[in-house]
């Protein structure tokens, strides 16, 4: 089997960019590992919040700034994107622009909230300042005990369960070509790439796009080993009953992200090098406590689900986007999102499209894989992913 790009990994990412490359012409095949390799992406939140998650938060060094300015461009292209998807494919994401309130509880927390306001006032984000009787006139799920609130107003939210649906229908329907199966082994073999599938079988390609989340095949396509790392995360769905948050709300331990379908989304816990996917009790009595904490209404909400996902981290929080300078070019990487996957995910594919397709620009310095590549200059070509033990 042979196509032009073929595309490890279906989530977010990967079908971001196969759609955006399948609509420009190209001839592109995904291959995903479905319950094999499970997607974090289902297992998202799907918040569109620059302003509360990653960006200045966890961050090292000099991708700090960088992240920061393409979560704003990825949150800018959302309504665009949202718009195209729904067009393309006729699929309601319950895309939700309707923005994220963030809550204090104590003085310290508005104080840092204050700070927040400040920070997003200089980078040209929109903020409202809120106290505590204007947050709650504007939120009156909200309890008692917040002090103050701050509204992000371009930012919201997503179903990630209904993007990832969407996003196949529309590459399929680009013409992207979809195929289920763990890819075992990334190999050249007289200068052509092969992937060798864990079932039996090959995918001939002219170029690869590695977006397999937290899966280890970023190691077999050339990424140093520990590089990218899951980070486990725990969230639950409450159902909505009267009196629960209208918008997503954000707040001491917990986030509440309101559904479409009358679920509250409650996250999330965090577990750094964990690759379990059973939910973790204890951290899930945690997140209920604290939500409600924040909107008492949903101390006696039924709880209609709960899960865990990995995230795929990095050491500087940072995404990995481009190919590895000392290695082969026609490898490039899309991995890496961490918190952020499905905001990132309309800049994300954008760039590597432009890039793939000889458009203007170049590859960001700050996601180069090269910023890690000295922690293992051996890293093998051609090894096993763990994933594909799984
Ligand atoms: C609890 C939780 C809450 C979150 N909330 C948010 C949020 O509110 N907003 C936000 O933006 N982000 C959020 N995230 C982060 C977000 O989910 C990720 O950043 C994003 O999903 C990463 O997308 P991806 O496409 O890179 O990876 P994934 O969605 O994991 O997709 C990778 C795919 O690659 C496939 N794969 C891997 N290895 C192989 C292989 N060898 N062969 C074939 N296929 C392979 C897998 O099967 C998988 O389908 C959250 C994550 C968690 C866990």
Known sequence: MRTDTAIIGGGAIGLSIAWELAGAGEKVMIIDGRSAVPRATKAAAGMLAPSFEGAGRHLLGAASAALQDFSLRSLRAWPAFAEALQGATGMDIDYRPEGVLGVAMDDAEAD???????????????????????????????????????????????????????????????????????????????????????????????????????????????????????????ALALSHGAGGPARVVRGRGAYLCPKADGRVVVGATETAGSDRLDPDADGLARLRDAAATIAPALAHAKEASR???LRPGTPDAAPILGPLAHRDDRIVFAVGHYRNGVLLAPATARLVADRLLGREGQWPAAFSPDRFAERSPDAAMSSTPAAARR
């Not at 409202?128 to 309890?143: G, H």
């Not at 001939?204 to 977006?211: D, G, L």
Request: charged share 25%.
């Open 112 to 234: 840092a909230l204050s700070d927040q306001a400040d920070a997003m006032e200089r980078a040209g984000v929109k903020a409202e300042r809120l106290d505590a009787r204007a947050a709650r006139e504007f939120e009156p799920s909200l309890s008692d005990c917040v002090v103050a609130g701050l509204f992000a107003l371009e930012e919201g939210q997503v179903d990630p369960v209904r993007l990832v649906g969407a996003l196949e229908v529309a590459a399929k329907r680009a013409g992207a070509e979809m195929r289920f199966g763990v890819v075992a082994r990334l190999e050249t073999t007289g200068g052509a790439l092969r992937l060798r599938l864990a079932g039996g079988g090959f995918v001939f390609a002219e170029r690869i796009v590695v977006a397999s989340g937290a899966g280890a095949f970023a190691v077999a396509a050339g990424m140093p080993a520990g590089v990218v790392q899951p980070v486990k995360g725990d």
């Open 307 to 309: 899960w865990a996902g």
